[in-house]
């Protein structure tokens, strides 16, 4: 199961961490893990498109997606990812979790 995390002060994101593997289905079938894949690297390519210094993120596990500037576009852009990991999670909810600080 992939698990996230989300961290919040003052209604901005933080941190998104996320752990572990959906299982949803073999390597390379797994349309869970590839709709999580997606999200987060769309998400890190807006969010760098409009300022490079506007978060930090590694790509291991755990994954750590960190808020660095909180400017206005990048908090919309992770609330956007966060809308998006919810509706992936009402789908699968066997295969990813959503706990929010």
Same mark, same amino acid.
């Given at each position: 199961m %992939?698990?996230?995390n989300i961290k919040r002060k003052d209604n901005i994101i933080k941190e998104i961490k996320l752990t572990g593997h959906a299982k949803?289905?073999?390597?390379?079938?797994? %349309?869970?893990?590839?709709?999580?894949s997606t999200? #987060?690297?769309v998400t890190i390519n807006a969010c760098l498109s409009?300022?490079?210094k506007s978060i930090t993120y590694n790509?291991?596990?755990?994954? %750590? #997606?960190? /808020? %660095?500037?909180?400017?206005?576009i990048t /908090?919309? #852009?992770l609330e956007n990812l966060v809308r998006t990991l919810k509706d992936i999670e009402s789908d699968y909810k066997? /295969?990813?979790t959503i706990k929010e600080e």
């Open positions: %992939i698990k996230v949803y289905d073999e390597y390379g079938k797994d %349309i869970v893990c590839a709709g999580v999200s #987060l690297t409009f300022d490079k790509e291991s596990d755990p994954f %750590i #997606l960190t /808020n %660095i500037n909180e400017s206005e /908090n919309k #852009l066997k /295969n990813i």
